[in-house]
């Protein structure tokens, strides 16, 4: 068998909306209080995108960054996916737009999965595939959503968690300009609980009708228990895996990355794995639940914030509509 190519991060970029939305903001628009979202699930403001800002401009924000840290143009990228709930349009693709707005080539292949908060860490692993097969030399992988579009804003259970953002990474198996060595992804789902997360207005299910609008099934549903449940139990699952078949434990990572949904979520993970908190990035005090973008928000902060050194192990992990999970492993490089 041919020898398995290696697969590197060389750019990270992420972008969040200017308009920021408070916990008081939101007390004036639905029955909820400051102290009930803190201590509930630790969020204190998220970013909300510009009104006619749709998720492919969020994309190309990002897209813009991780093409500079990666020291590259849009003339350079060969194939862009996009992992995105809240397309532009249900099709064609959010990719197709992001390819337009950003200037890239015409005969680059562009594609979108919707795996929920799971996107970056399933682009990884697909772009990995795509560089290792050569059919490409360099992926851009988009995480975006704009989730204020599908929130009902008179649901108190929902709109206090969500958010906007997006984060980007170019991928390739070029060694010299790695910032980060893809190791190991482990991919999940499982469709048992499909609907706990959903929108379910809008699909060949539920067409956009006079009734579908008025039952409010354009926005997003969420069983709250039972997904923070299924969070808990699919998250730690995936970080086994990734210590198992990489023969590791908590105690050799340096930093984990989990979905930005809730800091109780956050902490129970950690505890779940045995590794402390200092260990552990969370952002979701100033950016909420920006579903497929915020493991990439995240790192993305962190490698500002000159948190990494070269050799240390990353875990990220998530967790999201399908219900989808996923981990991975990176070394860092600089
Ligand atoms: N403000 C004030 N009260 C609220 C509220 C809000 N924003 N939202 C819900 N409540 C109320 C409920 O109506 C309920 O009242 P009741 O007891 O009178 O019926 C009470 O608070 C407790 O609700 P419950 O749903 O049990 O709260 P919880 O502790 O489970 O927390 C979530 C709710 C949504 C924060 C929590 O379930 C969660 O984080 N789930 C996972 C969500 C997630 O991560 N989704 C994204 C996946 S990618």
Redesign the pocket.
């Given at each position: 068998m041919a020898e398995r190519k290696c697969i590197y991060v060389r750019g990270i970029g992420s972008y969040l909306p200017d308009k920021i939305l408070t916990n008081s903001d939101?007390e004036k628009m639905?029955?909820?209080?400051d102290e009930?979202?803190v201590t509930?699930?630790g969020i204190r403001e998220r970013h909300i995108a510009a009104e006619g800002q749709v998720t492919s401009d969020l994309a190309v924000e990002a897209a813009k960054k991780a093409l500079a840290d990666a020291d590259l143009g849009p003339e350079d990228v060969d194939i862009i996916l996009v992992a995105t709930v809240v397309p532009d349009m249900p099709f064609p693709s959010t990719a197709c737009f992001v390819q337009q707005k950003l200037g890239v080539k015409s005969n680059c292949p562009c594609a979108s999965v919707e795996v929920?908060?799971s996107g970056m860490i399933y682009l990884m692993e697909l772009a990995a595939g795509l560089l290792e097969r050569g059919t490409c030399r360099r992926v851009l992988a988009i995480a975006a959503d704009k989730l204020s579009a599908v929130t009902d804003w008179t649901?108190?259970?929902?709109?206090?968690?969500?958010a906007d953002g997006a984060a980007a990474l170019v991928l390739t198996a070029e060694e010299s300009h790695g910032r980060a060595e893809l190791l190991d992804t482990f991919l999940a789902a499982d469709g048992s609980g499909a609907e706990f997360?959903c929108m379910p207005g809008g699909g060949g299910r539920c067409p956009a009708t006079e009734r579908s609008v008025a039952e409010r099934q354009h926005f997003l549903k969420?069983?709250?228990?039972?997904?923070?449940k299924r969070?808990l139990r699919d998250m730690g699952g995936a970080v086994e895996q990734i210590f198992r078949r990489n023969a590791i434990g908590g105690e050799d990572v340096a930093y984990f990355i989990p979905?930005q949904?809730?800091q109780?979520?956050i902490e129970a993970i950690a505890e779940r794995i045995c590794v402390p908190m200092e260990k552990v990035i969370s952002t979701i005090a100033r950016t909420g639940?920006t579903?497929s973008a915020?493991i990439g928000i995240a790192w993305d902060s962190a490698c500002r914030e000159g948190r990494f050194k070269a050799g240390d192990l990353i875990v990220p992990v998530?967790?999201?509509?399908g219900?989808t999970s996923a981990a991975a492993l990176l070394r860092w490089i600089g």
């Open positions: 939101l639905v029955d909820t209080s009930w979202i509930r699930t929920g908060c649901d108190r259970s929902t709109c206090v968690l969500l997360l969420m069983n709250g228990r039972e997904v923070f969070a979905h949904a809730n109780r979520i639940n579903s915020s998530s967790f999201g509509a219900l």
